[in-house]
């Protein structure tokens, strides 16, 4: 499963977010819609909670990223027939190890194996929270994908994911230029500075040099996201991610793409007990409509329109 | 045409294209006044990240672009008028060679008339070329004809009876 030369394959993760938001579910539906158009491999990266075969309607696999790190099998040897046409499974384990206890080679040799992997789309589902493998793992996707469900906890997640996101690209970006701990150093010193949020922090740091505004400018220009607001139940849930967004992009400066809503059903969580692939059981719901119309928004990058 | 691009910013504070035509500019412009003048899901997650200052900042931004941009919108139209008004004076025909001529003469880019009106540029262009053939059953071409029309601030009655006569004495004839 060596990749030909000529094969180009777009990287997709989702991360963040509250647990429990639906970031697997999207995921999983999200990749069998793809594999209706070209090859899909999903990794479930959540090392802790691996549980993505449950929505793709398989038992566990045997192997798993365990055997990568442990036992060094290459990561194409590792993916699994999903039994959905052109999809590929590459499972992480539970319990095992941590992220936490990833070595930074290990997770470097992971990341280019990964872009190596004989597909169209590779799509990388990610546990929840702010740990920094997370973050660097959906740093290498093409598209930057965050789940968020109509509630002020999930909302002031997502904020708070997207902060550290951004001030983790915009760190490694500044190391890469020779401006190690930059970032670091300047938010250490923020009561000094009189930095009290995060737009404040980037305004002071464009204003370091004109070099440094470059940088910042230049490598930044293509940092998006693509919000996905999942469990909606009302029409003023989705226009709540037409306000995220706005404020993403007003008061973090960040591109933020709204690109879809997913409704909630209750038959969600009942086909994933029933082990059988939701989109395929409903694919005419109003819940499916809404993956396949994420889908198309994802590669195209339209975004949902205001409805009120 | 006016040039857009000195606008950019306030299309970009509405978060709109640059092509976004006033309707969307005036809708965009109610979205946005909801979203930072009440409070909602949305903004009460951020928490002192955005200062009631801040806000009100926010809030004159958006008045102001969208201010700057109904200006913008009424001068376009004024100067449709007024441009229009004496090159269609005594015109009573109008075929698609006429309706190339204005629009040529008031230095509109075919891809802009398909931009505002959503109508496919390839449709205009047969509209544009008299390509009766080519062209949709007469209830659409009529609705593109209106629309083109209106576009170029053209009275859009007048215009669309005048082409649709055309039209329909070519379709006569087809059918015998
Ligand atoms: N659109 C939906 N409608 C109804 N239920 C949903 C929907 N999306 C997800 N769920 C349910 O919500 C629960 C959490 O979903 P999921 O496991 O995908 O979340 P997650 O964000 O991946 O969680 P974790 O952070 O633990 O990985 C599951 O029981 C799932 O069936
Ligand atoms: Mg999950």
């Known amino acids: 499963m060596v990749k030909g030369p000529e094969r180009k394959s777009i ?16 995921m999983a539906s999200l990749g069998m819609s793809l594999a209706r158009q070209g090859r899909v491999v999903m990794i479930d990266g959540d090392l802790g909670g691996a549980n993505l075969h449950n929505f793709l309607g ?39 190890i941590g992220a936490e206890t990833i070595k930074h080679a290990q997770k470097q040799k992971l990341f280019n194996q990964i872009r190596k992997l004989d597909a169209d789309y590779i799509l990388i589902d990610l546990g929840a929270g702010t740990h920094f493998n997370t973050i660097d793992t959906l740093l290498i996707a093409d598209k930057m994908i965050i789940v968020i469900t109509p509630e002020i906890v999930s909302i002031e997640n997502m904020y708070n994911f997207l902060r ?7 760190g490694g970006v500044l190391t890469d230029h020779g401006y190690r701990d930059l970032v670091v150093n300047t938010w250490h010193d923020r009561d000094a500075l009189g930095i009290s949020n995060f737009r404040e922090l980037v305004d002071c740091l464009k204003a370091v040099s004109p070099e440094v505004r470059l ?53 969600v969580s009942r086909s994933a007990n029933h082990r059988t692939p939701y989109l395929s059981a409903y694919p005419n719901s109003r819940c499916s409509r809404g993956i396949e119309r994420l889908t198309v928004n994802i590669l195209s990058g339209q975004q949902v329109k205001v409805t009120r | 045409m006016k040039d857009r691009a000195p606008y950019q910013a306030h299309f970009e504070m509405l978060e709109l294209p640059l092509d976004a ?47 700057a941009l109904g200006d913008f919108f009424r001068d376009h139209q004024q100067l449709l008028d007024n441009g229009v008004h004496q090159l269609t004076e005594g015109i009573t025909e109008y075929d698609g060679k006429a309706l190339r001529t204005i629009r040529h003469l008031l230095h509109i880019p075919l891809d802009d008339v398909a931009m ?15 390509n009766y053939a080519a062209l ?10 209106i629309n083109y029309a209106k576009h ?16 329909r004495k070519w379709q006569e004839e087809k059918g015998q």
């Open chain 2, 136 to 145: 949709p059953v007469a209830v659409y071409t009529r609705g593109f004809v």
């Open chain 2, 21 to 67: 035509n006033f309707d969307e500019v005036h809708k965009a412009w109610q979205v946005m006044k909801d979203i930072y003048s009440t409070d909602s899901l949305a903004t009460m997650s951020i928490g002192e990240e955005v200062s009631e200052e801040d806000r009100r900042l926010l809030l004159a931004k958006i008045e102001e672009a969208y201010q």
């Open chain 2, 116 to 130: 505002s009106t959503r109508v496919p540029r390839k449709h205009l262009e047969n509209l544009e070329a008299d």
């Open chain 1, 11 to 26: 990287i997709m993760a989702v991360g963040g977010g509250k647990g429990g938001v639906g970031k697997s579910f999207v």
């Open chain 1, 164 to 170: 550290n996101l951004y001030f983790r690209r915009l």
């Open chain 1, 58 to 96: 398989i038992s566990r696999p045997t192997s798993t990223l365990t055997d990568f790190f442990e036992r060094k099998v290459p990561l194409a040897d590792l993916v699994v027939d999903s039994g959905i046409s052109n999809l590929g499974l590459l499972t992480g384990m539970v319990g095992t």
């Open chain 2, 152 to 167: 170029l601030a053209l009275d859009a009655d007048l215009v669309a009876k005048s082409y649709m006569e055309k039209y």
């Open chain 1, 215 to 267: 940088i910042i400018e230049e490598e930044l220009r293509d940092f998006a996201v693509n919000l996905v607001l999942n469990k909606a139940r009302t029409n003023q849930d989705i226009v709540t991610g037409n306000s995220v967004k706005s404020i993403c992009v007003k008061f973090f400066g960040v591109n933020a793409l709204y690109s879809g809503y997913v409704e909630h059903d209750d038959l």
